[in-house]
């Protein structure tokens, strides 16, 4: 009996230990979503910070695609999210991820800008425990009036 404790001891703990992969100090993952009432694919001076939208946090096994790590959370009334990451997912790979649109005039999800890719660990020289996800964005069904004027600014600007 006293073996098999002793064999417990050296072995199947350490490695639960190491499985949970807690970190002292939580990782941060904090990003802004908006929606872009002229439907351009990117953020104009029309863009509006999108308050309640839901956003999730997925990290997936890098050699089998599978999610092992969700969590969830939604914007606050400036369009910013913060979810709280207490693992670390070296050896994965971390998105944030739109979920749900809290204005259904503007639900649909901008193609490209639907996630943003995160590092979420402790052992890549980073000092800061908050990781910036890009923008992340919802279009409106239809066109503002006056996002043709918007738009044709960025045109001028390129010629």
Not at 116 to 119: F, K, S
Not at 124 to 130: D, F
Not at 145 to 151: D, F, I, P, S, Y
């Given at each position: 009996?006293?073996?098999?404790?002793l064999?417990?001891a050296l072995c199947?703990?350490?490695s639960?230990v190491?499985?949970?992969?807690?970190?002292?100090?939580?990782?941060?993952?904090?990003?802004?979503v908006?929606?872009?009432?002229?439907?351009a694919?990117?953020?104009?001076?029309?863009t509006?910070n999108?308050?309640?939208?839901k956003?999730?946090v997925?990290?997936?096994?890098r050699?089998?695609?599978?999610?092992?790590?969700?969590?969830?959370?939604?914007?606050?009334s400036?369009g910013q999210?913060?979810?709280?990451?207490?693992?670390?997912?070296?050896?994965?790979?971390c998105?944030?991820v739109l979920?749900k649109?809290?204005?259904?005039?503007?639900a649909?999800m901008?193609?490209?800008?639907?996630r943003?890719?995160?590092?979420l660990?402790n052992?890549?020289?980073?000092?800061?425990?908050?990781r910036?996800?890009?923008?992340?964005?919802?279009m409106?069904?239809?066109?503002e009036?006056?996002?043709?004027?918007?738009?044709k600014?960025?045109?001028?600007?390129?010629?």
């Open positions: 009996m006293a073996k098999m404790l064999f417990v199947l703990v350490p639960l190491s499985a949970t992969r807690m970190v002292k100090n939580p990782l941060m993952v904090q990003g802004q908006y929606c872009d009432r002229c439907r694919g990117f953020e104009t001076p029309k509006t999108m308050a309640g939208a956003v999730k997925v990290c997936s096994d050699k089998t695609g599978e999610v092992v790590y969700e969590r969830e959370g939604y914007t606050d400036t999210y913060k979810i709280r990451v207490s693992e670390d997912h070296l050896d994965e790979i998105d944030a979920v649109s809290s204005q259904p005039e503007c649909q901008t193609p490209g800008r639907e943003a890719r995160v590092i660990t052992f890549n020289g980073i000092a800061s425990n908050t910036f996800a890009n923008a992340m964005g919802f409106a069904d239809e066109a009036a006056g996002c043709a004027e918007v738009l600014l960025y045109q001028e600007e390129d010629e």
